[in-house]
């Protein structure tokens, strides 16, 4: 089993939500240790929910930042988000530094007030024996995580191999597919490549022909088109501009723009048009029926 489907495994078996901030390069190397694109962050449906309103994803950013800073220290600790959920982290430290935070929660105190204007699925519940249970699993996680760490190092020499261009090309795109509705950095990739930020820049626009930044827009853009062509009755263009990495819908309007050259209502009208041309037509106007 690898980590992937151990983590699904343990998420049903908890009632809980399991993902995990990278900092090893063995992470992007190891078949054993890639995860799914949507364990790479919190992915509990209030917190998606969360990010995409107004500010939501700065906030998030930021608490995450505090949670790197406390996880350096080297032991698990608990704590809440800004908007009352509940998480246990486990640091996973490997040759005295940090390679991964394994996030095991997304739960609720028994009783706790929720935030207004969510109408979703209420996060489980904390209780004293659920909360010996997840310390547990966490740290056979990070155990197994540390057995992997240490194959990799024994078989391939840990950070000091050298890769080509299509291997950095690879997770660069990797990297914007599973975090493209958040806010990447490239130097986010390199710390977890452990490569120099300019070093790795430069193989990206070698290899690719364009840069870290154009890249993250081209993917963001085709997912805005996607959505605006197909669920624009469900969703506002802000909505879809937040659900794309875009937490200010102005900017978000500005930007396809530049790229589409409409805005999106124009882009939609256009879908729109272009749906009803293509429809089939109905010989003789004829009313279609269930077949009995």
């Not at 799914?36 to 608490?63: E, I, M, S």
């Amino acid at each position: 089993m690898n980590l992937q489907n151990a983590i699904r495994h343990l998420e049903l078996k908890l009632g809980t939500v399991i993902d995990l901030e990278v900092l090893h390069p063995a992470f992007a190397e190891m078949p054993e240790l890639q995860l799914a694109p949507d364990q790479y962050h919190h992915h509990g449906d209030f917190c998606r929910w969360a990010k995409k309103q107004p500010g939501g994803l700065a906030v998030c950013t930021a608490n995450k930042a505090r949670s790197r800073k406390i996880a350096v220290r080297g032991r698990p600790f608990w704590g809440f988000c800004p908007k009352g959920v509940w998480d246990y982290a486990y640091p996973v430290i490997f040759e005295e530094k940090l390679a991964a935070i394994i996030y095991l929660g997304y739960l609720l105190p028994p009783g706790q007030e929720f935030v207004a204007g969510w109408n979703g699925r209420r996060p489980g519940e904390l209780s004293r024996e659920r909360r010996s249970e997840i310390a547990r699993y966490a740290a056979f996680l990070g155990e197994y995580v540390i057995l992997e760490l240490e194959s990799y190092r024994e078989s391939r020499g840990g950070c000091g191999k050298k890769h080509g261009d299509d291997f950095y090309m690879e997770q660069c795109r990797h990297f914007i597919e599973r975090s493209y509705h958040q806010n990447p950095a490239l130097s986010d990739l390199a710390e977890i490549l452990h490569v120099n930020v300019n070093y790795l820049g430069g193989v990206i626009r070698r290899a690719g022909g364009k840069g870290f930044r154009e890249l993250l827009s081209e993917r963001r853009m085709q997912e805005a088109e996607h959505l605006l062509r197909h669920y624009h009755r469900k969703y506002s263009v802000g909505e879809i501009g937040r659900r794309c990495g875009f937490s200010d819908s102005n900017y978000f309007c500005t930007v396809f723009k530049s790229r589409t050259g409409m805005s999106p209502r124009e882009f939609i009208r256009r879908s729109e048009a272009e749906d009803a041309e293509n429809a089939p037509e109905i010989p003789g106007g004829a009313e279609m029926r269930k077949t009995p």
